[in-house]
Nanobody
């Protein structure tokens, strides 16, 4: 089994910063792309940012220039540095990873439990 454990969520005021992290553990042969998604009440889950093992990144237009995704392949961990937070960033943030859990198996997608980020004054 593969587990993704997230941390770093919380309540902050507009303009402040927050860093999320997500560590993968368990039966891991290799990890491909990792990413962060978010879901606000009444809305569909949307992509925030993704990163490949080689460091290529993709981010939603709404967070470009404010959020930075990074990873540490030696620790199977992905991070999301969130600066200049806005009320519209309020959502549950989910970590995702593409993992090969056993030798010879195809890549499978795993999700974290989600962590709440609330931005308000």
């Amino acid at each position: 089994q593969v587990q993704l454990v997230e941390s770093g969520g919380g309540l902050v005021q507009p303009g402040e910063s927050l860093r999320l992290d997500c560590a993968a553990s368990g039966s891991i042969v290799s990890i491909g792309a990792m990413g962060w998604y978010r879901q606000a009440p009444g809305k569909e889950r949307e992509l925030v940012a993704t990163i490949t093992p080689g460091g290529r990144t993709k981010a939603a237009d709404s967070v470009k220039g404010r959020f930075t995704i990074s990873r540490d392949n030696t620790k199977n961990t992905v991070y999301l540095q969130m600066n200049s937070l806005k009320p519209e960033d309020t959502a549950v943030y989910y970590c995702n990873a593409e993992v090969v859990p056993f030798i010879g198996w195809t890549t499978r997608s795993y999700w974290g439990q989600g962590t709440q980020v609330t931005v308000s004054s």
